[in-house]
């Protein structure tokens, strides 16, 4: 799988789901990373590198390849089903962000 498919189906996968949030990475010319954040800390992220999709978990310090999405979101339902609660419709998320830019 190419890593454009691999970027594309790590989006589907985690995009607008509650927890997740998109980061910029420090190094130039990379892409961004996907984190799981719970409590106000990242407990792991997700990037596409070459035809790999990488989990580094930050409590352990590793890092965990996966081939495509499904064996992604297969090892997230078994260790972390927490990380993929349904996501809000589309129109109740830009509600959302709406409201965030709104000031009284």
């Not at 799988?1 to 970027?7: D, E, G, I, K, T």
């Not at 081939?67 to 959302?96: I, V, Y």
Request: aromatic share 10%; with cysteine.
């Amino acid at each position: 799988m190419s890593a454009r498919s691999l970027r594309k189906a790590l989006v589907d996968l985690v995009d607008g789901v509650p927890g997740w949030r998109l980061e910029p990475r420090t190094t130039p010319g990379s892409s961004p990373l996907w984190c799981f954040v719970a409590d106000g800390e990242i407990e792991f992220s997700v990037s596409v590198e070459g035809s790999e999709l990488v989990l580094y978990d930050m409590d352990t310090d590793r890092d965990t390849r996966f081939a495509d999405r499904e064996t992604l979101e297969a090892w997230l339902r078994e260790h972390r089903p927490d990380t993929l609660q349904e996501a809000p419709p589309p129109m109740e998320r830009k509600a959302k962000a709406r409201k965030f830019f709104e000031w009284n």
